[in-house]
């Protein structure tokens, strides 16, 4: 019997030092609920509901004209650091949330529904990677600086249609370009 217990605890010893280390701490993207990767490609259908949605905010926009840019551009995501990225982008959902829920009030309320859904879920998964940042970290400053005071104004400084038509033809590069960008991390350049 002994025999037996002893070849069993070989076995297990072998089969535990094949299996490599046991990882000790988590990568950078899942610490503390942070799993922003996981919007590199949004799903055909919410794609599909998006375009719907603003192709719909457009046609309602049509007399609408603009004259200055509202988002802080030319100057993109990778201009800033890796941290700072997840910050900017949480301000500027949090903002075009804000413009299309108003929006939605309108006969466009079944359009946008599905978009608003996926738009609120990205929204709190960006807060909590933003939340997850260490409070003795680098406060923001330089262009995220500009660009968060810029956003901050933008209400106050336009009417409420120049801000829909803004909001709504950026829509896909906030949900392409950019949180592509923050979910890549260190890999977006």
Not at 16 to 38: E, F, H, N, Q
Not at 74 to 84: D, F, G, M, N, S
Not at 142 to 154: A, I, M, R, T
Not at 174 to 181: A, N, P, Q, S
Request: glycine share 4%; charged share 20%; with cysteine.
């Amino acid at each position: 019997m002994a025999v037996v217990w002893f070849l069993v605890l070989v076995a297990t010893g072998l089969g535990l030092t094949r299996a490599g280390p046991v990882p000790t701490s988590k990568p950078p993207s899942t610490r503390m609920g942070c799993d922003i990767g996981k919007f590199k490609y949004l799903p055909p259908t919410e794609w599909k509901a998006i375009r719907k949605a603003k192709d719909a905010l457009e046609n309602s926009l049509k007399t609408q004209s603009c004259s200055s840019c509202l988002f802080p551009r030319p100057w993109k995501l990778t201009q800033l650091q890796v941290w700072e990225r997840p910050v900017a982008l949480e301000v500027e959902l949090a903002l075009t949330l804000k413009v299309l829920e108003t929006m939605a009030d309108s006969s466009l309320e079944d359009v946008l529904d599905q978009p608003l859904h996926t738009m609120h879920y990205i929204h709190s998964e960006l807060q909590a990677c933003v939340s997850a940042q260490p409070i003795a970290g680098p406060r923001p400053c330089g262009l995220l600086q500009d660009w968060l005071h810029q956003l901050q104004e933008v209400p106050k400084k336009v009417s409420q249609g120049c801000l829909e038509a803004t909001v709504t033809f950026n829509l896909f590069r906030l949900l392409t370009r950019d949180l592509k960008c923050v979910a890549e991390e260190d890999l977006c350049v």
